[in-house]
């Protein structure tokens, strides 16, 4: 799972909106990304050995980035030339294009990508411009074909097609414009046989509108741009962040004398995971500001995401992609309510407009975003992007916070602060059942309550704070002793699923030992009597480490951290994984029960102030609980650039 607690801090330089200039120049090159909605059309045919025919339809929510060069001409007319590749969402139904079977096989067609290189020729009237655009499309799938009998077989296929659309583009910045698109691609037909001789065939066309948001490059011997003007209002009203961390990850053979089905393979495994995020955030009106972070996911944790109950990369999600897939990570208002008297700087980050607010304050925040945005806060193990990256280091292994296989949920919260303290409330949609995409939408009802406490103080002379969380989770889940104590029932827990309460609590500390080094620790415990609904498989977890800066050996932008974990099981979960049941991550079909225990060093080394790349070792002692298996040493690189 994806560490999502505050990826802003991976976004320190804020973008904030230069001076309004009077005619946008919109000579050069550029770079953007662009969301939106697509719909692909198919008719399939299935021979096998009878013939199956119809249509598909794929719809949802895309995502993707171009890059092109424009040349206007003094007469307005402007002609460019772009190239985009675009990527369905991570929900599976979007990129179904067509599913046929018959007594013998189920073929499915799924979309991986979308693209186009395209000429684009307008006409622009000051900062607008006006278009049509027209090119080559190419499009890649995966055709898989599930047989009644054996295995599977896939088959990668791409298309070539054209694609003709139109659009408008408006640019609001010396260097950004905004578009908004239209286009259709229409592709040659496909026709794949597979190994067993099961044939299928396809049309496809494509069609998407798209929002999207274009970033001009200087280029040698480009004229200097218009200096910002200080005083213009618009340069506070909004805030461009971007981020992109490339993480790969792996580990040499390990003693294992047995596996199950979430067992991590003892075989040598090397995987990778990449993330592509923007953060567009802008001030609505006073303290009323929205916040949008559309991402590129893509990659695979080690094992397909299971095997440890500390996983060993916050950047892993639950669901694997072997292409990048668009998500709308964070999509939220938040309201800011000052009380008056002494004021402070909050920083500029992805998750926060740099602003001057009134220390005591109240802040109401609504939409989608993941608990631990708000929650949970820690200075030196919180961004996987940056510092730690074993899931029990970086958050408290035993909250089982609301989430999607993302890391994401809907909620809204509630903060207070001062001077000395903190008072945090929350409320967010649960997963309809254990690991799923799907929340369960009876309000208030069914979801997870949250409170927070945070205290600050001076050790020393230097800053501290102890956060101490409490939360309830209100879910249709299954009982691990229920399911145990009926045999019948052969430890399938989904039915033993009905309304219940699991519950928890978490310490959190993080204290300066000086101005370059700080210790932090966690302690985290849930009642382990009802299945894990959205994180991992841990009902009590301690953590400790400390960071230091790169100040004493005279490279400050650099980091080292250590730190170690220690998790453990109730006895109703500890006996259900030693009979051969699941949980989300672990399950290798018995059991000799021991705490897992992690240790995890790093060094992240910057290259510039806006790249850095770290090594990561991490050396975990019984890999999901079990003293049969292992110890395994995992390996890690981190290169990791923002804006």
Same mark, same amino acid.
């Given at each position: 799972?994806?560490?999502?607690?505050?990826?802003?801090?991976?976004?320190?330089?804020? =973008?904030?909106?230069?001076?309004?200039?009077?005619?946008?120049?919109?000579?050069?090159?550029?770079?953007?990304?662009?969301?939106?909605?697509?719909?692909?059309?198919?008719?399939?045919?299935?021979?096998?050995?009878?013939?199956?025919?119809?249509?598909?339809?794929?719809?949802?929510?895309?995502?993707?980035?171009?890059?092109?060069?424009?040349?206007?001409?003094?007469?307005?007319?402007?002609?460019?030339?772009?190239? #985009?590749?675009?990527?369905?969402?991570? /929900?599976?139904?979007?990129?179904?294009?067509?599913?046929?079977?018959?007594?013998?096989?189920?073929?499915?067609?799924?979309?991986?990508?979308?693209?186009?290189?395209?000429?684009?020729?307008?006409?622009?009237?000051?900062?607008?411009?006006?278009?049509?655009? &027209?090119?080559?499309?190419?499009?890649?799938?995966?055709?898989?074909?599930?047989?009644?009998?054996?295995?599977?077989?896939? =088959?990668?296929?791409?298309?070539?097609?054209?694609?003709?659309?139109?659009?408008? *583009?408006?640019?609001?910045?010396?260097?950004?414009?905004?578009?908004?698109?239209?286009?259709?691609?229409?592709?040659?037909?496909?026709?794949?046989?597979?190994?067993?001789?099961?044939?299928?065939?396809?049309?496809?066309?494509?069609?998407?509108?798209?929002?999207?948001?274009?970033?001009?490059?200087?280029?040698?011997?480009?004229?200097?741009?218009?200096?910002?003007?200080?005083?213009?209002?618009?340069?506070?009203?909004?805030?461009?962040?971007?981020?992109?961390?490339?993480?790969?990850?792996?580990?040499?053979?390990?003693?294992?004398?047995?596996?199950?089905?979430?067992?991590?393979?003892?075989?040598?495994?090397?995987?990778?995971?990449?993330?592509?995020?923007?953060?567009? $955030?802008?001030?609505?009106?006073?303290?009323?500001?929205?916040?949008? $972070?559309?991402?590129?996911?893509? &990659?695979?944790?080690?094992?397909?995401?299971?095997?440890?109950?500390?996983?060993?990369?916050?950047?892993?999600?639950?669901?694997?992609?072997?292409?990048?897939?668009?998500?709308?990570?964070?999509?939220?208002?938040?309201?800011?309510?000052?009380?008056?008297?002494?004021?402070?700087?909050?920083?500029?980050? &992805?998750? %926060?407009?740099?602003?001057?607010?009134?220390?005591?304050?109240?802040?109401?925040?609504?939409?989608?975003?993941? +608990?631990?945005?708000?929650?949970?806060?820690?200075?030196?193990?919180?961004?996987?992007?940056?510092? /730690?990256?074993?899931?029990?280091?970086?958050?408290?292994?035993?909250?089982?916070?609301?989430?999607?296989?993302?890391?994401?949920?809907?909620?809204?919260?509630?903060?207070?602060?001062?001077?000395?303290?903190?008072?945090?409330?929350?409320?967010?949609?649960?997963?309809?059942?254990?690991?799923?995409?799907?929340?369960?939408?009876?309000?208030?009802?069914?979801?997870?309550?949250?409170?927070?406490?945070?205290?600050?103080?001076?050790?020393?002379?230097?800053?501290?704070?102890?956060?101490?969380?409490?939360?309830?989770?209100? +879910?249709?889940?299954?009982?691990?002793?229920?399911?145990? !104590?009926?045999?019948?029932?052969?430890?399938?827990?989904? %039915?033993?699923?009905?309304?219940?309460?699991?519950?928890?609590?978490?310490?959190?500390?993080?204290?300066?030992?000086?101005?370059?080094? &700080? =210790?932090?620790?966690?302690?985290?415990?849930?009642?382990?009597?009802?299945?894990?609904?959205?994180?991992?498989?841990? !009902?009590?977890?301690?953590?400790?480490?400390?960071?230091?800066?790169?100040?004493?050996?005279?490279? *400050?932008?650099?980091?080292?951290?250590?730190?170690?974990?220690? $998790?453990?099981?109730?006895?109703?979960?500890?006996?259900?994984?030693?009979?051969?049941?699941?949980?989300?991550?672990?399950? #290798?079909?018995?059991? $000799?029960?021991?705490? *897992?225990?992690?240790?995890?060093?790093?060094?992240?080394?910057?290259?510039?102030? %806006?790249?850095?790349?770290?090594?990561?070792?991490?050396?975990?002692?019984?890999?999901?609980?079990?003293?049969?298996?292992?110890?395994?040493?995992?390996?890690?690189?981190?290169?990791?650039?923002? /804006?």
């Amino acid at each position: 799972m994806m560490a999502l607690a505050d990826p802003a801090g991976a976004a320190d330089l804020p =973008v904030k909106a230069p001076a309004m200039r009077a005619i946008f120049d919109w000579t050069g090159f550029y770079v953007g990304a662009h969301a939106g909605y697509g719909r692909g059309t198919s008719n399939a045919v299935l021979i096998d050995p009878t013939m199956t025919a119809g249509p598909g339809v794929a719809s949802g929510l895309i995502g993707g980035v171009q890059a092109g060069y424009n040349h206007r001409f003094q007469s307005g007319v402007l002609l460019g030339v772009e190239g #985009d590749i675009t990527f369905p969402s991570y /929900f599976i139904s979007n990129s179904i294009v067509s599913l046929l079977a018959s007594p013998r096989s189920t073929v499915t067609e799924g979309l991986d990508y979308v693209g186009t290189v395209r000429g684009r020729v307008g006409y622009t009237a000051g900062s607008w411009l006006v278009y049509a655009t &027209g090119g080559l499309a190419f499009a890649g799938e995966r055709f898989v074909n599930t047989p009644a009998a054996g295995n599977d077989e896939k =088959v990668i296929h791409d298309r070539l097609g054209w694609a003709a659309g139109a659009g408008i *583009e408006y640019g609001f910045a010396p260097d950004w414009s905004v578009k908004l698109e239209y286009l259709y691609s229409r592709f040659e037909d496909a026709n794949v046989r597979f190994p067993s001789g099961t044939q299928f065939a396809s049309s496809l066309d494509f069609q998407s509108l798209r929002i999207g948001l274009n970033r001009k490059l200087d280029w040698p011997g480009a004229p200097n741009l218009q200096p910002k003007d200080p005083t213009d209002p618009e340069s506070d009203r909004w805030e461009i962040h971007g981020q992109s961390t490339f993480l790969p990850q792996g580990y040499p053979a390990f003693h294992a004398p047995y596996s199950g089905p979430n067992s991590l393979t003892p075989a040598p495994q090397a995987q990778e995971t990449w993330s592509n995020s923007l953060f567009l $955030n802008a001030r609505l009106w006073e303290g009323g500001e929205v916040y949008y $972070n559309p991402e590129l996911l893509q &990659g695979f944790g080690l094992n397909n995401t299971v095997g440890l109950a500390g996983f060993s990369n916050g950047e892993a999600q639950k669901s694997n992609f072997p292409y990048p897939h668009y998500n709308t990570s964070r999509l939220f208002l938040r309201q800011t309510f000052g009380f008056g008297g002494e004021q402070e700087d909050l920083g500029s980050s &992805g998750t %926060q407009l740099a602003e001057k607010v009134d220390v005591s304050r109240l802040t109401l925040q609504a939409g989608k975003f993941a +608990v631990i945005d708000v929650f949970d806060g820690n200075a030196y193990a919180k961004d996987t992007r940056k510092d /730690f990256m074993n899931w029990s280091i970086w958050a408290p292994g035993a909250f089982d916070y609301a989430a999607d296989k993302l890391g994401l949920t809907y909620g809204m919260t509630a903060e207070l602060n001062q001077k000395r303290w903190a008072l945090r409330a929350g409320y967010f949609l649960m997963d309809a059942v254990s690991n799923s995409n799907n929340m369960d939408t009876n309000l208030f009802r069914r979801g997870e309550y949250v409170g927070e406490f945070e205290t600050r103080y001076q050790l020393f002379g230097e800053p501290g704070k102890l956060r101490t969380i409490v939360w309830l989770n209100s +879910v249709f889940s299954g009982s691990y002793r229920e399911t145990l !104590d009926n045999p019948a029932l052969n430890l399938d827990i989904t %039915q033993t699923r009905t309304s219940r309460i699991k519950y928890g609590y978490v310490f959190n500390l993080e204290q300066a030992i000086t101005s370059n080094i &700080g =210790v932090f620790a966690r302690w985290s415990w849930n009642d382990g009597r009802n299945e894990i609904m959205s994180f991992t498989d841990i !009902d009590r977890s301690l953590s400790l480490g400390t960071s230091l800066d790169g100040h004493m050996w005279g490279r *400050e932008d650099d980091t080292i951290g250590i730190a170690g974990a220690i $998790n453990a099981l109730s006895r109703d979960h500890r006996d259900f994984i030693a009979a051969g049941g699941l949980g989300p991550l672990i399950g #290798d079909g018995q059991l $000799n029960y021991r705490p *897992e225990r992690i240790l995890e060093a790093y060094y992240a080394y910057a290259l510039t102030k %806006q790249i850095t790349l770290t090594g990561d070792y991490q050396f975990i002692t019984n890999p999901a609980y079990n003293a049969d298996r292992g110890p395994v040493s995992i390996f890690s690189a981190r290169l990791h650039g923002e /804006f």
